[in-house]
């Protein structure tokens, strides 16, 4: 059974870094891609950042409201799908959620940033910045 679990949420102080971690277990995660999203009370969910899967060498997307904040990364050893966030605002607190989906990569390429291209989600982390 195909499983992520996100951990790592919190509160903190604007300005503040935390790092979110999503574990997954039961389908081969190096040959998925992942993905991070966020949502907040009464909003849509959004696209935070996208790896594509191990391989001839990952890469990486983040949406451009957390460029230069936000670093996606994958522990392909240990099935991890990491989420650095540094220099927190207010305006990221959200629910963060993890996805993973195992597209072709050119297909990928072009749906990274669409929710409904996941197949698989976790339940979530909280993630509340206070100014």
């Known amino acids: 059974q195909v499983q992520l679990e996100e951990s790592g949420g919190g509160s903190v102080q604007a300005g503040g870094s935390l790092r979110l971690s999503c574990a997954a277990s039961?389908?081969?995660?190096?040959?998925?891609?992942g993905g991070w999203f966020r949502q907040a009370p009464g909003k849509e969910r959004e696209f935070v950042a996208a790896?594509?899967?191990?391989?001839?060498?990952?890469?990486?997307y983040v949406a451009d409201s957390v460029k230069d904040r936000f670093t996606i990364s994958r522990d392909n050893a240990r099935n991890i799908l990491y989420l650095q966030m540094t220099s927190l605002k207010p305006e990221d607190t959200a629910r963060y959620y993890c996805a993973s989906v195992n597209t072709p990569s050119g297909y990928y390429s072009s749906t990274y940033y669409n929710a409904e291209a996941y197949r698989n989600w976790g339940q979530g982390t909280q993630v509340t910045v206070s100014s």
């Open positions: 790896i594509t899967r191990s391989g001839s060498g990952s890469k990486s």
């Open positions: 039961g389908h081969n995660f190096n040959s998925y891609h």
